[in-house]
Every structure is written in C-alpha cells, then in structure tokens.
C-alpha cells in the first residue's frame, strides 16, 4: 500500500477544515457536500474520493475527540474510588473537553450532529464511562440525573468558558461537580 501523495491528504484536510466552518454556520442538516466542495474550491467527486457521504466527513471530524476522551477515561478506571482518583478522573475528563472545545461545542449545539447515530452512540459510551467512573456501576435512577446534570454542566461551562484559562476554569467546574456528587453520597438509599 502506497502512502498519500500530500496533495491528496492536503485536500482531505481542507475538505474537514471547510466542514467544520459550514457546519458551525450553517448546520450539519443545512449544509451539503456540493457546498463543502463548492467553498474549496475542488469537485464533488474529489469530496466523495476522501469520504463517502457527509456522515462519514462528521464520522472522521469527532473521531479524535472521542478517542481521546475514551482515552483518557480508560486511563482513570478507578478499582476502589477515592477521593483523590475520582478527582484525578474528573480532572482528566475536564481537560480533555477544554482540550477540544470547539468541536464540543459543535457537538453539543447542533441538534442534528447530536442525534447522528455514530456521535449519538460514542456519545452514550462516553456517558456511561464518566458516569461509573465518578458514581460507580449500581446507580439508581437519582443517581442518573445526577449524572446527567453532572455532564451537562461541564459540557455546558467548557462550550460556554471554553476559551478563559484552564488554572481559572477547571477548579470551578471540578469544586462544583465534586459538590453535586456529593449529594448523592449523603443521600439515604430508597428501598424498592
């Protein structure tokens, strides 16, 4: 097998990059491959040579990004949580959104990009890791909530603060997650 000529890979990235920019103007939904092509400018075709439909160009786009929050996931399995490595996950996890900000934020605001099946599955993966990984296994429904707002409020203050300082933003967003799990700890178990 023969290595890409850089042309060729030069013009995959520039079909990304002009992607991205459509997409984050216009929408996933709204935007199409002739405009992609049509921004560059290159032919159809030569979009279609480097990927086979638009999910495919969206497939390739958040791939580092959760490869990398899986990654660093992977990195924080905790045997018997702590305090010091639920911290030292969340503090990971934390680093990795505000590493790819950007494309969160792409992520977490278009509706469309949102309910894509290959973002919506990776998605719900990486959910149901930060979740075990902060809450454990055996959550219960109240748990559940909690770690949904738990997400969403990081999602929410990376997308929104993305850009401020890292030293000022990640012990904000870490004291104030720390402090919504507490509240399940201290939460008396409901028998069923």
């Known amino acids: 097998m023969t290595a890409p000529s850089p042309t060729r890979e030069g013009t995959r990235e520039r079909i990304l ?17 002739q405009q992609i092509a049509d921004v560059l400018p290159v032919t159809k075709a030569a979009v279609y040579y480097h990927f ?12 580092p990004v959760f490869a990398d929050l899986e990654a660093r996931l992977q990195a924080a399995q905790i045997g018997k949580p702590s305090p010091a490595a639920r911290r030292a ?22 509706p469309a990009v949102r309910a894509n ?21 055996d959550m219960d429904e109240p748990c559940r909530i909690v770690a949904s707002m738990v997400l969403g409020s990081m999602y929410s203050a990376v997308v929104e ?25 201290r939460r008396p178990k409901v028998a069923h």
Do not use: N, W, Y
Not at 17 to 33: I, K, N, P, Q, R
Not at 52 to 63: G, H, N, P
Not at 121 to 135: H, K, W
């Open 17 to 33: 990059a002009a992607a991205v920019d459509l997409f984050a103007e216009h929408g996933f939904e709204a935007t199409s491959l």
């Open 52 to 63: 086979r439909s638009k999910d495919d160009l969206l497939a390739t786009l958040v791939e």
């Open 89 to 110: 996950a969340l503090t990971g996890f934390l680093d990795g959104l505000i590493a790819h900000h950007q494309m969160i934020g792409f992520i977490t605001r278009d």
């Open 117 to 137: 099946p290959v973002v919506l599955a990776r998605a719900e993966r990486i959910q149901d890791r930060i979740d075990t990984v902060l809450l454990g296994a």
């Open 161 to 185: 603060h993305g850009d401020a300082d890292p030293a000022l933003l990640r012990p904000i967003v870490v004291e104030s997650v720390e402090a919504m799990l507490r509240t399940v700890r």
